[in-house]
C-alpha cells in the first residue's frame, strides 16, 4: 500500500493518474448531480414536520460532509508532505483549499438560510455553528500562508502547521452536538443506531453527497494540474535565470 | 534513526499533544459552553432573577395559553418544568412536545420571560405517512423520550 502511493508521490506518474481519472470524474459529476437534485426535488417526500423546507438538506448536509472530508484530506496531505516531504502532497492540499472553503460557506449560507423557517434564527452561536465558522477561518488562513510566502517550500511547512493544528477542530464539530446541547439538531445519518432519516429522503441524501465527492474531484483535478505545472514552470525560471 | 522517522514521530507527538491540550481546555469550558440550560440544570442551580440566559427544552403537552399578542407554555425536560411568558411571534414548528430554546430572564414569581423563542427539531426526518403510521403502531414516544432525557 506505501509502496503504491510512494509510486504516485513521483509528478508525472501523478499527472498521468489524474488525467486517466478526470473524464470518469466529471461524467459521473454530470450524471450524478442530475439525478440528485431530481431525486431532492421532485421525487423525495416532504418532511412530516419541515414540509418542503427540508428539500434544503440535500444542498446543505452534503456541503457539511465535504467541508470536513476535504479539511480532512489536506491535514493528511500536510502530514504526508512534511514527514515525506512529497512535494505532490504539499500541492494537494494548496489545490484543494479553495474547494474546500466554497463547500464550508455553502453550508454556512444554506444552514442560515434553512434556521430562518425553522428555528425562527439566522445564526446562533451555538457550538456547531460557531466550531463550523472557525473552520471556514482555518480554510481562509490557510490560504492566505500559501500566499504569504515566496518560498514555496516554508510556504508549504508553514501551512502544513496551520492545518495540523485546526484539524482538532474536526472532531469537534462532529461531536458538538452530543458533547454540548446545541440548537442544531444531534447527527442524523452518521450515529451509533444508523440513519434516522426515512429511505425516501436518505437515498437522495447520499446520491447527492456522492455527486458533490465527484465534484470536487473533477475540480480538483484542475487544479492540482495547474499547481503541479505552475511549480514547474517556476523551477524551470529558475534554471533560465541561473544559464 | 532516519529523518523521516524523526518527522513522523514528531508529527505525531505534536498532534497528541494538541488533542490533550484542546480536550483539556473543552472540559474545562464545559459549563460556560453550554447554549442553554434545561428546567433540572435550573432547579439545582437557580439563576437569580433579571439575569438573561436560555433555556430549553420540550414545550410541555397542553400548556399552551395564547392570549393575545401574549403566549404561555411551560417548558419540560420530563423531569422539571417552567412556566414561560412570550409576547411576539413564535417559529411554524412551535407546538406542544416541540423542544425549544427561549431566551430571557425570570421574573420574581418563578416565571420565565421569554424575549425570544426558537425552535428545535429532531434528528429525524421522514414522510407525513410514516410518521402517523408510527403514531398509531405506538412507536412514537420512543424518538421524543430518548431527545427528552439528553
Given at each position: 500500500?506505501?509502496?503504491?502511493?510512494?509510486?504516485?508521490?513521483?509528478?508525472?506518474?501523478?499527472?498521468?493518474?489524474?488525467?486517466?481519472?478526470?473524464?470518469?470524474?466529471?461524467?459521473?459529476?454530470?450524471?450524478?448531480?442530475?439525478?440528485?437534485?431530481?431525486?431532492a426535488?421532485?421525487?423525495?417526500?416532504?418532511?412530516?414536520?419541515?414540509?418542503?423546507?427540508?428539500?434544503i438538506m440535500f444542498v446543505h448536509v452534503p456541503a457539511?460532509?465535504?467541508?470536513?472530508?476535504?479539511?480532512?484530506?489536506?491535514?493528511?496531505?500536510?502530514?504526508?508532505?512534511?514527514?515525506?516531504?512529497?512535494?505532490?502532497?504539499?500541492?494537494?492540499?494548496?489545490?484543494?483549499?479553495?474547494?474546500?472553503?466554497?463547500?464550508?460557506?455553502l453550508?454556512?449560507?444554506t444552514?442560515?438560510?434553512?434556521?430562518?423557517?425553522?428555528?425562527?434564527?439566522?445564526?446562533?452561536?451555538?457550538?456547531?455553528?460557531?466550531?463550523?465558522?472557525?473552520?471556514?477561518?482555518?480554510?481562509?488562513?490557510?490560504?492566505?500562508?500559501?500566499?504569504?510566502?515566496?518560498?514555496?517550500?516554508?510556504?508549504?511547512?508553514?501551512?502544513?502547521?496551520?492545518?495540523?493544528?485546526?484539524?482538532?477542530?474536526?472532531?469537534?464539530?462532529?461531536?458538538?452536538?452530543?458533547?454540548?446541547?446545541?440548537?442544531?439538531?444531534?447527527?442524523?445519518?452518521?450515529?451509533?443506531?444508523?440513519?434516522?432519516?426515512?429511505?425516501?429522503?436518505?437515498?437522495?441524501?447520499?446520491?447527492m453527497?456522492?455527486?458533490?465527492?465527484?465534484?470536487?474531484?473533477?475540480?480538483?483535478?484542475?487544479?492540482?494540474?495547474?499547481?503541479?505545472?505552475?511549480?514547474?514552470?517556476?523551477?524551470?525560471?529558475?534554471?533560465?535565470?541561473?544559464? | 534513526?532516519?529523518?523521516?522517522?524523526?518527522?513522523?514521530?514528531?508529527?505525531?507527538?505534536?498532534?497528541?499533544?494538541?488533542?490533550?491540550?484542546?480536550?483539556?481546555?473543552?472540559?474545562?469550558?464545559?459549563?460556560?459552553?453550554?447554549?442553554?440550560?434545561?428546567?433540572?440544570?435550573?432547579?439545582?442551580?437557580?439563576?437569580?432573577?433579571?439575569?438573561?440566559?436560555?433555556?430549553?427544552?420540550?414545550?410541555?403537552?397542553?400548556?399552551?395559553?395564547?392570549?393575545?399578542?401574549?403566549?404561555?407554555?411551560?417548558?419540560?425536560?420530563?423531569?422539571?418544568?417552567?412556566?414561560?411568558?412570550?409576547?411576539?411571534?413564535?417559529?411554524?414548528?412551535?407546538?406542544?412536545?416541540?423542544?425549544?430554546?427561549?431566551?430571557?430572564?425570570?421574573?420574581?414569581?418563578?416565571?420565565?420571560?421569554?424575549?425570544?423563542?426558537?425552535?428545535?427539531?429532531?434528528?429525524?426526518?421522514?414522510?407525513?405517512?410514516?410518521?402517523?403510521?408510527?403514531?398509531?403502531?405506538?412507536?412514537?414516544?420512543?424518538?421524543?423520550?430518548?431527545?427528552?432525557?439528553?
Amino acid at each position: 500500500m506505501a509502496v503504491d502511493l510512494h509510486r504516485f508521490a513521483n509528478p508525472t506518474r501523478f499527472l498521468r493518474l489524474v488525467s486517466a481519472i478526470f473524464p470518469w470524474a466529471a461524467g459521473l459529476t454530470v450524471i450524478l448531480l442530475g439525478t440528485g437534485l431530481y431525486l431532492a426535488l421532485f421525487v423525495s417526500p416532504e418532511d412530516y414536520q419541515q414540509g418542503d423546507t427540508v428539500r434544503i438538506m440535500f444542498v446543505h448536509v452534503p456541503a457539511a460532509w465535504m467541508s470536513m472530508g476535504v479539511y480532512t484530506m489536506m491535514a493528511v496531505s500536510a502530514a504526508v508532505g512534511w514527514i515525506w516531504k512529497h512535494p505532490v502532497a504539499d500541492l494537494s492540499g494548496k489545490a484543494a483549499a479553495p474547494i474546500g472553503a466554497c463547500f464550508t460557506f455553502l453550508a454556512l449560507v444554506t444552514g442560515s438560510l434553512w434556521g430562518q423557517p425553522m428555528w425562527g434564527t439566522y445564526w446562533v452561536w451555538d457550538a456547531r455553528l460557531t466550531s463550523m465558522l472557525i473552520l471556514f477561518f482555518l480554510y481562509l488562513g490557510y490560504m492566505a500562508v500559501w500566499e504569504s510566502f515566496d518560498d514555496q517550500s516554508k510556504a508549504a511547512k508553514a501551512a502544513a502547521i496551520l492545518v495540523l493544528v485546526g484539524a482538532i477542530n474536526i472532531p469537534i464539530i462532529k461531536f458538538s452536538v452530543d458533547w454540548w446541547n446545541t440548537l442544531h439538531q444531534p447527527a442524523s445519518v452518521a450515529t451509533m443506531e444508523g440513519p434516522k432519516i426515512h429511505s425516501s429522503i436518505l437515498t437522495p441524501l447520499l446520491v447527492m453527497g456522492v455527486a458533490y465527492l465527484s465534484l470536487f474531484t473533477t475540480i480538483f483535478i484542475v487544479r492540482v494540474k495547474a499547481e503541479i505545472l505552475d511549480r514547474r514552470l517556476r523551477i524551470m525560471q529558475v534554471n533560465a535565470l541561473q544559464e | 534513526m532516519t529523518r523521516k522517522r524523526r518527522r513522523l514521530y514528531f508529527v505525531l507527538a505534536g498532534m497528541s499533544v494538541l488533542g490533550l491540550a484542546a480536550a483539556l481546555v473543552l472540559m474545562s469550558f464545559e459549563d460556560s459552553l453550554v447554549f442553554f440550560r434545561s428546567p433540572s440544570d435550573l432547579a439545582e442551580n437557580p439563576i437569580p432573577a433579571g439575569r438573561t440566559f436560555r433555556l430549553g427544552g420540550l414545550v410541555a403537552e397542553g400548556s399552551v395559553v395564547k392570549d393575545g399578542v401574549e403566549i404561555r407554555f411551560v417548558v419540560t425536560d420530563l423531569a422539571e418544568t417552567v412556566p414561560v411568558r412570550f409576547r411576539g411571534l413564535v417559529p411554524d414548528l412551535f407546538r406542544e412536545g416541540q423542544g425549544v430554546v427561549t431566551e430571557g430572564r425570570m421574573d420574581e414569581n418563578g416565571v420565565f420571560i421569554a424575549s425570544n423563542v426558537l425552535a428545535k427539531h429532531d434528528e429525524n426526518y421522514m414522510p407525513p405517512e410514516v410518521a402517523e403510521s408510527l403514531k398509531e403502531a405506538g412507536h412514537w414516544q420512543d424518538g421524543k423520550e430518548a431527545e427528552a432525557s439528553d
